[in-house]
């Protein structure tokens, strides 16, 4: 069925680099687009969302790109801290709130900052 | 509470026995949210709650899974019979209108 995943389950970086997950998704009705921090033990908790008429949006120290021609979703982290070390979840869904329907979750990347 | 709470965090059930699982929402969030998440995977949708409307109910994988919110505001997730493919974290999420979801930190059941 339609699903979203993630290209890598591991990315290792170095304190102080910039780091770039990725995501496809393959259902083109998907119009909300979010970002999630899971650390151990805890829910995941909200980082950024994009909704399908923008295709790159900026908080503090990331950015969510979206390329609805090749269905893909990244999230950028500069200047990566030893406490952005998690698991990172793209989810999605098709309507166009953010609160109004389930999302889809990704199977997720484990972030890993190196000193 | 400033977040989304959830209790109890780790309930240790045998095969066979009821569980209840409760969530208190952000504050006037009017949209409520179950997951289920298996070891080392991400997320899955459950249950969907306008108020105290249950709008969707695709994602439960049972009957014997129930979920209700009755006044609107907290709401309760329950498993009766429980067997052993039951054990996983169950999310509980909130928002407001067009609003991102926020999750607690989940309840860590595990069914002996």
């Known amino acids: 069925g339609e699903s979203v995943g993630l290209h890598l389950p591991t990315l290792s970086v170095q304190e102080g680099d910039n780091s770039i997950i990725n995501c496809a998704y393959s259902?083109?009705?998907?119009?909300?687009f979010i970002w999630y921090k899971q650390e151990s033990g805890k829910g995941p908790q909200f980082i950024i969302d994009?909704?399908?008429?923008?295709d790159k949006r900026q908080g503090q120290r990331v950015t969510v790109l979206l390329n609805k021609t090749v269905k893909h979703l990244s999230l950028q982290i500069a200047a990566t801290q030893p406490g952005d070390s998690a698991v990172y979840f793209c989810?999605?869904?098709?309507?166009?709130?953010?609160?109004?329907?389930?999302?889809?979750f990704g199977k997720g990347t484990h972030l890993i900052i190196q000193p | 509470g400033a977040g989304v709470s959830q209790s109890p965090r780790y309930k240790v059930a045998k095969r066979g026995q009821d569980v209840a699982l409760r969530c208190d929402p952000i504050?006037?969030?009017?949209?409520l949210f179950w997951y289920q998440q298996a070891l080392g995977q991400g997320p899955e949708f459950l249950t969907y709650?306008?108020?105290?409307?249950?709008?969707?109910k695709s994602g439960l994988p049972s009957d014997r899974f129930f979920a209700e919110r009755p006044e609107g505001s907290v709401s309760t997730l329950k498993i009766q019979r429980t067997q052993q493919e039951d054990s996983a974290v169950y999310l509980c999420?909130?928002?407001?209108?067009?609003?991102?979801?926020?999750f607690g930190d989940g309840t860590r059941l595990s069914i002996l």
């Open positions: 989810a999605e869904n098709s309507r166009s709130g953010g609160g109004a329907d389930g999302l889809t």
């Open positions: 709650f306008q108020n105290e409307a249950q709008l969707d």
């Open positions: 259902n083109s009705a998907s119009d909300y």
């Open positions: 999420a909130s928002s407001s209108p067009l609003g991102p979801q926020h």
């Open positions: 994009i909704r399908s008429n923008m």
């Open positions: 504050s006037g969030h009017v949209s």
